[in-house]
C-alpha cells in the first residue's frame, strides 16, 4: 500500500485549501482514513479521520468547524477541506490508512504517506 498526498502549499491567513490523497494498493474500503500534521519540533498530531464502517468523521478540537474529511472509495481518494486557516496550522500534512475501521491516534495507523507542506503566512 502506497499513499500519496497533494495540495499542500503557501495561503494567507483566512484562506483555504484542499489536500488530496490517492491510496495505491488493493485495500479494504472499510479501512478507516486519517490525516495528521507535524510541525518542527513537535510531535506528530492527529488533525482527521473517517471511518471506512461508519464514514463517521472525528476531528481535533482544534480544527473542529474549519476542516473537512471526505473520502470517495471509487477514486480509492481521501481529502481534507481546510478553511479559515492560521498560522498554526503550518505543518507537514500526512495522510493515514488505519490498522482497522477508524482511529485517532498515530498507533491506530499503519500506512502512511510522505506528507505535503501546508504553510500559512501573510
Known amino acids: 500500500v502506497r499513499l500519496e498526498e497533494s495540495g499542500g502549499g503557501l495561503v494567507h491567513p483566512g484562506g483555504s485549501l484542499r489536500l488530496s490523497c490517492v491510496v495505491f494498493?488493493?485495500?479494504?474500503?472499510?479501512?478507516?482514513l486519517g490525516w495528521f500534521r507535524q510541525s518542527p519540533g513537535k510531535e506528530r498530531e492527529f488533525v482527521a479521520s473517517i471511518s471506512g464502517l461508519t464514514g463517521e468523521a472525528d476531528y481535533a478540537d482544534s480544527v473542529k468547524g474549519r476542516f473537512t474529511i471526505s473520502r470517495d472509495n471509487a477514486k480509492s481518494s481521501l481529502y481534507l477541506d481546510m478553511n479559515d486557516l492560521q498560522s498554526a496550522d503550518t505543518a507537514v500534512y500526512y495522510c493515514a490508512r488505519s490498522q482497522s475501521y477508524s482511529g485517532t491516534v498515530v498507533g491506530d495507523f499503519g500506512d502512511w504517506g510522505q506528507g505535503t507542506q501546508v504553510t500559512v503566512s501573510s
Open positions: 494498493g488493493s485495500i479494504s474500503d472499510l479501512y478507516g
